[in-house]
């Protein structure tokens, strides 16, 4: 019984963690803070946010009601979170590509000034500065809708929504900071400038332990609080100064050497080492928001939701919010400056040739985003406790956030309907079925061509994570024996490897003599040796006629082999190495041994025969 409730309560956080999760989560939260604030007992939700708080170190203090530690405090953290990955974008995302990056952030630049100018149309006369409360979207509520009322697949269209609330995010938070920022004291923000100077030489260092990142955020953000700025400033500030980076293949095998030697000597010591050995290959950005990413979405934003959602609508609240062009200014702004806004910002940047839609989205994905980024709920929330000094008109507002993203989320779930139906778009990600299917006279093979198991890998003998440098194959094969059939198709990445494509002109070349899998172990043996001369010398080392391989390497032939083995790629949605197709379907996670065995045993063999 224990056991089955511990599986129980492991499926439940699970579930919670998921994007899907924890917007229920946040709705359940919202809906128990406003049941709360118009029960009898709403006397003691106002008390509880009301309580003071205090850290105190000698004579320097901190002293702040629950609301105020919430919002100041644990909402910074969220705000961390969000420059964790606007630089993780940055550095390794869909950000370093411009002309991936183009058409989503002109929408979300569109997303954010549209709506503005239509609260201000609206509730301008009344309450201007509330402007900033229509600005944000809820990128958690983004992502969670989308995977309730979205397409079942439409990874892409995350891709690009989550790059669309960077814009977003970023300048939301940069109003919180700079138009609702009033009495600056001058000296500790001078710490909180040398705070950030220290985060900036930390990451110049390539210091990659957190302790000490973490040890001047904390400084950074009392010093932000004390000097007047909004902290969330600084949270977002720091986030974007801890670096990201993409792993390298000599950490992950530094980490292997280590690993090693607690297998052969499994002390304390070791064991410590070994740790240190496998944090510093993963980028300290990467360890903080993996550390930072369930706490924040489990029990910072709930909280925050609990603390803030709970409005009182007795006493005829609600009829006065629905009569308010307070509520109404919101709505609009939120609803459909969010959503015309971006579909106008993205089809204009498409139209002046900035860019293009991500492969696999269409015109009616991005119109159902659109909808959806009318949730603004945090970002909302969050400035109308800045905005508004009357609290009745601070009501009005967070009801128009409430009945925003109830109108919002029904209309992208529609847009998303009529895209299925009218459209025919039921997917907003790459494709994932391998095309075309394999031909054993064409494709490179290891292994029976009747095994029930069939693995391809698009690979880049430049790349230095795939299948002969992981030792992956090997471990397949020992696993399965001659039930597992093992192809490998070319996916030289020029922009990224530029020995890429002669490395596999060379292996082709080989293959026209019988020598492929030969020639493919000696290129992956010697990766940083792939200069014409090297490769030249490796055909010369397999006794292969060397007149008849110059003439192949240059040939229009082989040339073709690869540019269709790069087309087929692009067909079946691998983008970069190493991509692996299990049964003629892509694999989407990790990529280790052990998971791409469970993953072919728990498929049907008879359909992967009959798929490839």
């Given amino acids: 019984m224990h056991v089955s409730e511990s599986s129980s309560l492991n499926r439940v956080i699970d579930r919670l963690r998921s994007e899907s999760g924890s917007a229920l989560l946040l709705v359940v939260v919202a809906v128990i803070a406003l049941i709360w604030a118009n029960s009898p007992w709403s006397e003691s939700y106002v008390h509880l946010w009301e309580t003071d708080a205090s850290i105190a170190i000698g004579s320097f203090s901190i002293d702040m009601n629950l609301h105020h530690w919430v919002n100041d405090g644990l909402m910074v953290v969220f705000f961390f979170l969000i420059g964790l990955e606007v630089r993780q974008e940055l550095a390794i995302g869909s950000l370093r590509d411009r002309r991936r990056a183009m058409v989503p952030l002109i929408a979300g630049l569109f997303g954010v000034l549209l709506p503005a100018l239509i609260y201000l149309a609206i509730a301008g006369s009344t309450a201007p500065d509330g402007w900033g409360a229509v600005v944000g979207t809820d990128t958690a509520f983004l992502l969670g809708m989308l995977a309730l009322v979205g397409p079942s697949m439409s990874n892409q269209l995350r891709i690009f929504l989550l790059t669309l609330t960077v814009v977003d995010d970023f300048l939301a938070v940069a109003i919180i900071g700079i138009i609702y920022t009033e009495d600056l004291q001058i000296t500790p923000l001078l710490v909180a400038f040398g705070a950030l100077a220290a985060l900036w030489l930390l990451g110049r260092s390539s210091e990659w332990r957190s302790s000490p990142y973490v040890l001047v955020i904390i400084v950074l953000w009392a010093a932000t609080l004390l000097s007047g700025v909004h902290p969330s400033l600084a949270g977002m500030a720091a986030g974007l100064l801890v670096p990201a980076s993409a792993t390298d293949r000599a950490d992950v095998v530094r980490a292997q050497h280590l690993f090693r030697d607690y297998w052969q000597s499994p002390e304390a010591s070791v064991a410590r080492t070994a740790r240190r050995g496998l944090s510093r290959s993963i980028s300290v950005n990467e360890r903080l928001h993996d550390v930072l990413r369930g706490p924040v979405s489990l029990v910072i934003v709930p909280i925050f939701a609990l603390a803030n959602a709970g409005v009182d609508l007795r006493g005829g609240g609600l009829g006065a919010s629905l009569g308010s062009t307070i509520t109404w200014g919101v709505v609009a702004g939120l609803v459909i400056g969010k959503f015309v806004g971006i579909a106008l910002g993205a089809w204009a940047a498409i139209r002046m040739g900035l860019g293009r839609l991500p492969d696999g989205v269409g015109p009616g994905s991005v119109a159902g985003g659109a909808a959806l980024s009318g949730i603004g709920f945090t970002m909302s929330l969050l400035i109308i406790g800045l905005a508004f000094t009357d609290r009745r008109q601070a009501e009005e507002a967070t009801v128009g956030v409430m009945l925003a993203m109830i109108i919002a989320g029904l209309l992208g779930a529609l847009i998303f309907k009529l895209a299925r139906v009218r459209w025919g778009e039921t997917s907003a990600d790459l494709p994932t079925v391998l095309t075309p299917a394999i031909d054993p006279d064409h494709d490179h093979t290891h292994g029976p061509d009747d095994a029930p198991y069939t693995v391809v890998e698009y690979l ?36 990224v490897h530029p020995k890429a494509f002669e490395a596999a002109l060379v292996a082709e070349a080989a293959a026209r003599q019988g020598q492929f899998w030969p020639m493919h172990d000696i290129l992956f043996a010697n990766q940083a040796r792939l200069d014409p001369e090297h490769l030249r010398e490796y055909a010369e080392e397999l006794g292969l006629d060397m007149e008849r391989f110059d003439r192949d390497v240059v040939s229009d032939e082989v040339r073709e082999r690869i540019l269709a083995d790069m087309e087929s790629a692009h067909e079946s949605g691998a983008l970069g190495t190493p991509t692996f197709f299990l049964n003629g379907i892509r694999h989407q996670g990790p990529h280790d041994a052990r998971t791409l065995i469970a993953a072919l045993e728990a498929s049907d063999p008879v359909d992967s025969r009959r798929r490839s």
Avoid at 468 to 477: I, N
Avoid at 480 to 494: A, H, K, Q, S, T
């Fill in 460 to 495: 880049d003998f430049e790349c230095p994570f795939c299948a002969r440098s992981t030792g992956m194959w090997h471990d397949l094969k020992d696993h399965f024996g001659d039930r597992i059939r093992y192809v490998v198709r070319n996916l030289p990445l020029e922009d």
